[in-house]
């Protein structure tokens, strides 16, 4: 009734002239319908109820003759059809230039607001032919990704110092080569990367592109620098002295310029601004009383990775500061961000990537059985878009719910370049079975509304973490 299209159909009466009589269901749903959308719209009502649509649908559909909960999507396009049955106002010829494609449809208020096109093209791998179908269709459903693990033990120290560095989740299924991307497209580190970690004896241990995340059992560091300028930089290994020990910390620093010039330490006065505890950053005010550069090759040397020197710096004279005690660890001042959410686009991009069929199919060309490709598209988006997202499937035979949060804006919903706004939200609130669930809605007028069951109430926002079906509407 929020497809203010539709309804100011109804409302005008406009079905009459294309009411099929001889489905008496089908008219029975149309009229009730028609009654209900008025009393929605009329503000003398004061109490709505849908008793006889669904008398009307249990007519035609006998599970929907008792109270036992149904799944919504199979209701709402049951409905739509039906509607549509009974709203035919003409038949649309066979041709190319029609709106809906190369397929036969019949006309109707319903075809006109709701309906797109599923293109599916399968193309031979031997002789590269392909094969279009296309597809009426009024919901899209998308299937949503499984939750995916990610580690957040991955520091990124950037080329500019003066960057604070990162500490990032990265799905374990990567590879180093697909964390380098992820660094370069989410975390903008454009050049050079190197990746590696730290052994027992604090040695360097480059990682090879095609390590696997899961597979590598210690914190990996990520370090970005210029290929142009790589004759001139160095690893700093940084160490807090008491007394007459030293103790190592975790990672070294990669800075530019051979260290044992002032602008080395600049360069770790820099890192150490984001490392240190905000009560110790007067220390770097004078920077030579508290730490001191050791060990200072002045050549390039095998002893580091990318085989550049490794210099130490030793931090003294703070044994006032238990901050810098044995139990200070710089990494925990590096805050990590919230694991990346999977949004629509992911599960729009998951329906339309391209598939390998397990099957030979019949290629024309090659007069023999191939192996071929499929890719789905979808075309003449409509006024008014339902998305599915496709939460049950079977496991071991026993229906399952994909709980993964699935993220979507409210408006600039943009969807294969056409721009929506979403006007309605249907969530199915349990994290197990379809059975067990209950089903609310959020519907948008000037505001946010909560329907579940007889109570309506005004919100200030909506649950994404339940939805499991959107009604979207096309900006104009």
Known sequence: MNCWKLSKYFMAKEYERFLNQNKPRNAALIRSYSELVSQAYNERTRIVTPAEVKRS?????????????????????????TLHEGLISEARPNAEGTKMGRWNINKSIITDLFFFSLTSTLQCHECGESKISIEPAMCLSLPVPPRRRYRDDVVLFYMQLSRSPVRIHADVTLNVLGLKELLRTEYLALEKVVCLWYNGSRSMVELGDHAVLNDIHHRVFCYEYSEAHLSSYCWIQLKIRKLSMDRSLRFNILVQSLAGDEFSMMCVRDVLFHLLPKENLWMLDDLAQYFKLENCPTTPSDGGVLGLPVAS?????????????????????????????????????????????????????????????????????????IVHLKRFEYVNSLLAKISTLVEYPLDGFMLRGTEYRVIGICNHDSDRVISSGHYVSYVRKECWYLCN???????????????????????E
């Open 57 to 81: 649908m249990g007519a035609i559909y006998g599970e929907y003759r008792y109270n036992d909960e149904q799944d919504v999507i199979e209701f709402i396009t049951r409905m739509l059809d």
């Open 313 to 385: 710096i030793v931090c003294s004279n703070h044994e006032e500061n238990r901050s810098l005690g044995s139990s200070y660890d710089p990494l925990d001042m590096i805050i990590a961000g919230k694991p990346p959410l999977v949004c629509i686009q992911d599960c729009l991009d998951r329906l339309l990537e391209m598939e390998e069929l397990s099957v030979l199919l019949h290629c024309n060309r090659c007069s023999t059985k191939q192996r071929f490709s499929k890719t789905m598209n979808v075309e003449n988006l409509p006024k008014y878009l």
């Open 453 to 475: 069951d007889q109570i309506i109430r005004k919100v200030n926002g909506v649950d994404k973490k339940h939805t499991y079906a959107l009604f979207l509407e096309r900006c």
